[in-house]
C-alpha cells in the first residue's frame, strides 16, 4: 500500500490500529477516504471484505501512524470477525443522523465491540452526514446523552463537507496516546521505586478545527 496522505519519512513512534463500525451505508469508508486521503467520491459503492488506510500524525513530537480498518459490507453477516478486533486500541461507531435505525443498532455494534476488543478501547461514538441537517432523523441531544451513558466520545461529522472529521480522528488518537503515555509514565514510575516520574504529566498539542468540547468525554460538533 503507498503512503498515505499526511504520512512522514521520519521514524514511527507508534502505530495505532482504529477500527470503523456500524452499519452499511453510513459512510464510514467515506470517513475513512477523507482521513487518510482528503478524498471523497460521490459514486462510492459498497466495498467487500476488509480495508485499511494509514495516515502519520504528529501527536506531542511523536510520529503516531493511525491505522485504520473499515468492515466496508462485513457488517450485513452481523458478526464481524474476531480477528478484525484484535489489537485495537480505538473504535469509532458510525451512524447516519438521517437513519434513526443505524442510531438505534449502535447498542448492539457496542455491546459486540465490547464483547470482542481489549476493555480499555478508546470509543467514539460518530453522527455522520451531518451536512444533510434536514433530513435528520437523530437529534444531536439523543446521541449525546446516549454517549454520556456509555462514557463515549462523540461527535457529528460530513466527510462530504470535511466537518470535523479531521478533529474526530485526532482526538481519538490524542486519547490513545495519552493512555499508553500514562502507562509509560507509571511502568518507568514503578521502575525507579516510586519516584516523582508519574507526577510530571504528559503534555499534549495538536492542532484542531471546529471542535467544540462538551465535558469531559463527550463532544459534540453539528453543523448544523
Not at 498515505?4 to 502505530?15: A, L, R
Not at 481489549?118 to 444533510?132: E, F, R, T, W, Y
Request: net charge neutral; glycine share 6%; charged share 25%.
Amino acid at each position: 500500500m503507498s503512503r498515505s496522505y499526511g504520512d512522514f519519512n521520519q521514524k514511527i513512534d507508534y502505530v495505532f490500529k482504529v477500527i470503523l463500525i456500524g452499519d452499511s451505508a453510513v459512510g464510514k469508508s467515506q470517513l475513512l477516504a477523507r482521513f487518510s486521503r482528503n478524498e471523497f467520491s460521490v459514486d462510492s459503492k459498497a466495498t467487500i471484505g476488509v480495508e485499511f488506510q494509514t495516515r502519520t500524525l504528529l501527536i506531542d513530537h511523536k510520529n503516531i501512524k493511525a491505522q485504520i480498518w473499515d468492515t466496508a459490507g462485513q457488517e450485513r453477516y452481523r458478526a464481524v470477525t474476531s480477528a478484525y478486533y484484535r489489537g485495537a486500541v480505538g473504535a469509532m461507531v458510525v451512524y447516519d443522523i438521517t437513519k434513526r435505525q443505524s442510531f438505534d443498532h449502535v447498542a448492539r455494534w457496542l455491546e459486540e465491540l465490547r464483547g470482542h476488543a481489549d476493555k480499555n478501547i478508546v470509543i467514539m461514538l460518530i453522527g455522520n452526514k451531518s451536512d444533510l441537517g434536514t433530513l435528520r432523523a437523530v437529534p444531536t441531544e439523543d446521541a449525546k446523552e446516549f454517549a454520556e451513558k456509555e462514557n463515549l466520545f462523540f461527535m457529528e461529522t460530513s466527510a462530504l463537507e470535511a466537518t470535523n472529521v479531521e478533529p474526530a480522528f485526532v482526538t481519538i488518537l490524542t486519547e490513545i496516546y495519552r493512555i499508553v503515555g500514562k502507562k509509560s509514565l507509571i511502568a518507568n514510575d514503578e521502575q525507579e521505586g516510586g519516584k516523582s516520574a508519574l507526577l510530571k504529566g504528559t503534555t499534549i498539542a495538536v492542532p484542531t478545527q471546529e471542535q467544540n468540547v462538551v465535558g469531559s468525554k463527550s463532544m459534540c460538533c453539528s453543523s448544523t
